[in-house]
């Protein structure tokens, strides 16, 4: 009995092992993600004679570098503050910032070494380049409130920017280029300084162009004859900015462009007791979080309406829903009463809520409506189909809209994903086109997507750390890992304990998907089938955890090799949003490498083919009517029939010839 038990404990061991790797990776948190402890950080800036005060989302400190220089400043000023998750440090006032292990050092040390000594003067020379090459804006442009009422209103009606008799004082620090088509908007930190600018173009608002140190600033103003110093409203567009001015909304008005808050910016945002969130939720989503949820309130979507222009537009008072506006985070929802205003957001926003429509694949969107968040879709299909050139696709097509995506390719090299997506994005082949490769990286390198720099096996806990510092510093909305099993690799375990530990990841990723309100998508290998057997959901390698896990499970069947006139095709075999199933038809062009869905031109190589279908066609009517009455047309056809293998031959040879 002894040795009986003692061998069933060898073998639980290992899955008691992964039960205990499972049980780590649910508890994977953005606690878990920061390399500093707050404790820590505490410890030693109190060590070395600093006090610290605790504020929203950093901690705050004198300066070190700051309190070597002699300059006679306000003691208020001379403030570090020290992100409380990443341990990332920025003065305001020197625009000194770095990573922690950065400032550990600078504290640790009485005497700068070399290494941070040199980093300092670089950071120091950045800064006067850029004050320099603010002088020469302020010198070649003109204030807002300079211009003429005739000139300012023109100004507007080319930017399309809302305008009221007080819009010059509101847009002060705005500097217009001498053609008026140029529009530069100061970024300032916490101290009110300069330390970047956003540059807008008539007719490309749309590419707005951030200069300056590391982009920690933002654009703020207020409304005249307002009045509270502790609130702020963050909205997307500067045409919210201006109609929460016309409407005397108080408080400081903020620029949140796209709604994006890298972590740098924080400290900008620190002394304001409420913040209200005025736009996407989806979006605002991820900054509330950032900022604390205790301090932020929601301005929730009215009729339809989600941002303050479309509010204005309808007439709405943006006071009264600024002052309405309520808490962004549900901590407890136990009633319907609680969830009501966003099942009717939902109800009038039908069309935003389905998700970011994909342009390349209009069949796609057709029935899966859309790309949401907060969803976890498994892609699969046979080796060598093309799962990876698919999946880069649809990820840039996104990207290409705004959805900042992280890729995690642990099966091909970083570099070799990137020329693929690069030729996806450029269109044509890059060896044939080396001179405009330039201009394709360029623009390339604008879009959102960023990379994971893992290959081969990883352990899952390292990488859910790298995906969470990710999606805390880039505010991500897509996570694309390709695939499960490379990232798995082949260890010692027996099968079953495979098939634990890919349970685990799935898991670990829907989690994530759901909390962080984040798409997750995972390339998966099938099981080997035969060939002639289409793949389904019950194919997927590993356990039914991943298809049942699974929010969209898309297969790509391919049967060019199975069948004389096999295609290649993306089956929909799971979709929990709408529940529409069907296929959408792969066709790969090679040079872009691309399956964007394409018109059909004519063409004469096209010919033989139709002949050869309306052969075929002609043939198979023959026998179907050989039972039918015969009148004069079915003798005609059967004339064309006796014919028909001559006629077939005819095309066959016509196509070798050609």
Request: charged share 25%; proline share 3%.
């Amino acid at each position: 009995m002894y040795h009986t038990f003692k061998i069933n404990k060898l073998r639980l061991k290992p899955f008691l092992n992964i039960i205990s790797d499972i049980k780590k990776i649910h508890n994977v948190d953005l606690s878990d993600i920061s390399k500093v402890a707050v404790t820590n950080i505490r410890k030693l800036l109190r060590q070395k004679g600093f006090p610290v005060q605790d504020g929203f989302t950093s901690l705050t400190t004198k300066c070190t570098i700051c309190l070597e220089e002699k300059t006679e400043q306000k003691k208020t000023e001379n403030k570090l503050f020290v992100n409380k998750t990443t341990g990332y440090f920025l003065c305001p006032k020197c625009n000194i910032h770095g990573e922690w292990n950065v400032l550990e050092r600078l504290m640790k040390k009485s005497k700068l070494e070399g290494t941070i000594k040199d980093y300092i003067d670089d950071l120091q020379q950045k800064i006067d380049n850029f004050q320099n090459e603010w002088k020469k804006i302020l010198e070649e442009t003109t204030s807002i409130i300079d211009l003429s009422e005739n000139e300012t209103l023109e100004l507007f009606r080319l930017f399309e920017y809302p305008y009221h008799h007080e819009a010059s004082k509101v847009l002060s620090d705005v500097r217009v280029s001498d053609d008026h088509t140029v529009l530069y908007f100061p970024l300032k930190n916490s101290l009110d300084n300069v330390v970047g600018y956003r540059k807008i173009q008539a007719g490309r608002e749309d590419e707005s162009e951030s200069c300056g140190l590391y982009a920690a600033g933002l654009f703020h103003c207020r409304a005249s004859r307002t009045s509270r110093n502790d609130q702020a409203i963050l909205v997307p567009t500067i045409q919210d900015v201006l109609h929460l001015a016309a409407s005397k909304v108080p408080g400081t008005l903020i620029w949140l462009n796209n709604c994006s808050l890298p972590p740098v910016l924080l400290p900008c945002l620190e002394n304001y007791q409420r913040l209200c969130l005025w736009g996407d939720w989806d979006n605002m989503r991820a900054v509330a979080e950032k900022l604390g949820e205790e301090r932020c309130r929601f301005v929730r979507p009215t009729d339809g309406l989600v941002t303050a222009t479309e509010a204005a537009v309808a007439n709405l008072s943006l006071k009264t829903l600024v002052s309405e506006a309520k808490p962004a985070a549900h901590r407890s929802i136990t009633t319907f009463a609680a969830l009501r205003d966003d099942v009717y957001a939902e109800l009038t926003n039908i069309d935003k809520v389905r998700g970011v429509k994909w342009r390349r694949f209009p069949g796609l969107t057709r029935l899966l409506g859309g790309h949401r968040r907060g969803e976890l879709t498994v892609l699969t299909g046979p080796t060598g189909c093309g799962k990876t050139t698919l999946c880069a696709e649809m990820s840039l097509d996104l990207a290409q809209q705004g959805v900042t995506t992280l890729w995690g390719s642990f099966e091909i090299r970083n570099s070799r994903l990137a020329r693929t997506m690069l030729q996806q994005f450029a269109g044509v082949p890059l060896e044939q086109n080396l001179q405009e490769f330039p201009k394709f990286a360029d623009d390339f390198q604008k879009l959102p997507i960023y990379y994971l720099a893992f290959h081969g096996q990883q352990p899952i806990k390292v990488v859910m750390e790298a995906v969470e510092h990710a999606r805390y510093m880039h505010d991500l909305s897509h996570v694309v890992v390709d695939n499960v099993q490379f990232m798995l690799g082949v260890g010692d375990e027996r099968e079953g304990d495979r098939y634990l530990r890919q349970d685990a990841v799935i898991a670990a990723f829907r989690t994530f998907a759901t909390a962080r309100h984040c798409h997750v998508t995972l390339v998966m290998h099938p099981r080997k089938e035969r060939e002639s057997e289409d793949l389904s959901t019950s194919s997927i390698f590993g356990s039914a955890k991943a298809s049942q896990e699974a929010d969209n499970v898309l297969i790509i069947q391919d049967k060019r090799l199975t069948a004389v006139r096999g295609k290649k095709y993306l089956q929909i075999a799971k979709n929990r949003y709408s529940g529409d199933l069907g296929i959408v038809p792969l066709d790969f062009d090679k040079d872009a490498l691309s399956y964007q869905s394409k018109k059909k031109t004519k063409s004469k190589q096209d010919e033989p083919d139709k002949l050869l279908d309306e052969c075929f066609e002609e043939y198979s009517l023959e026998a179907h009517d050989s039972n039918n009455a015969r009148t004069p047309k079915n003798l005609k056809n059967r004339n064309k029939s006796n014919d028909a293998d001559t006629f077939l031959s005819d095309i066959l040879n016509l196509n070798r010839t050609r």
